[in-house]
């Protein structure tokens, strides 16, 4: 079973920094595109950034310059480093990977559980 878990949530002030992490386990065969997104009480969940498996970043505009996405593929996890925060980035964060299970010969979508993450002075 494949599973994928975020930590590194918590409460920040502003201008603060975290680093959210998200690592996959289980019996996975290969992992493509990796994802973070996040949702604010009351709003849509939406896309923050990506990396593919060759490194090929993307970041929406509203944290370009400010966050930083990277990857471990000998430890199948992913990071989020994000500085200067502000409190219109407190969310709870979700990570998601585009990955082949051993027991599939398809690609599939995998989300994590959610970590929150609070700007707040």
């Known amino acids: 079973q494949v599973q994928l878990v975020e930590s590194g949530g918590g409460l920040v002030q502003p201008g603060g920094s975290l680093r959210l992490s998200c690592a996959a386990s289980?019996?996975?065969?290969?992992?493509?595109?990796m994802a973070w997104y996040r949702q604010a009480p009351g709003k849509q969940r939406e896309w923050v950034a990506r990396?593919?498996?060759?490194?090929?970043?993307n970041y929406a505009d509203s944290v370009k310059g400010r966050f930083s996405i990277s990857r471990d593929n000998a430890r199948n996890t992913v990071y989020l480093q994000m500085n200067s925060l502000k409190p219109e980035d407190t969310a709870v964060y979700y990570c998601s990977a585009n990955l082949r299970p051993m027991s599939s010969t398809y690609y599939q979508n995998y989300w994590g559980q959610g970590t929150q993450v609070t700007v707040s002075s």
């Open positions: 990396i593919t498996s060759g490194g090929t970043t």
């Open positions: 289980g019996s996975i065969f290969s992992i493509g595109t």
